[in-house]
């Protein structure tokens, strides 16, 4: 059974930093591009960023460029989505969700359950 739980969510003020994380298992997570989604209460659904197999490649949606860095730990099964300058409208259910490429921009047919992100002063 893949299974995905994202943690690291939270409270944090505008302009602050928040390391998000997500633990995959039942599936040989270094075969997969691995993928953040968010939903938020303004814009809805969005996809955030994408990681290839080993890294090697990242994409990014272009309001989060230069702001957010999309990471992997093959040797733990973990992905990582660093966010630092948070504005209110970062605010969202952030998702970890299991690409069906290698490389990335395939289908996203397996997400965990989110976690919280809250910007607010």
């Known amino acids: 059974e893949v299974q995905l739980v994202e943690s690291g969510g939270g409270l944090v003020q505008p302009g602050g930093s928040l390391r998000l994380s997500c633990a995959a298992s039942?599936?040989?997570?270094?075969?997969?591009?691995m993928n953040w989604v968010r939903q938020g209460p303004v814009k809805g659904l969005e996809w955030v960023s994408g990681i290839s197999w080993n890294g090697g490649r990242t994409y990014y949606a272009e309001s989060m460029k230069g702001r957010f860095t999309i990471s992997r730990d093959n040797a733990k099964n973990t992905l990582y989505l660093q966010m630092n300058s948070l504005k209110s409208e970062d605010s969202a259910v952030y998702y970890c969700a299991k690409d069906d490429a290698a490389v990335g921009r395939g289908g996203m047919n397996y997400w965990g359950k989110g976690t919280l992100v809250t910007v607010s002063s």
């Open positions: 039942g599936f040989t997570f270094d075969d997969y591009a």
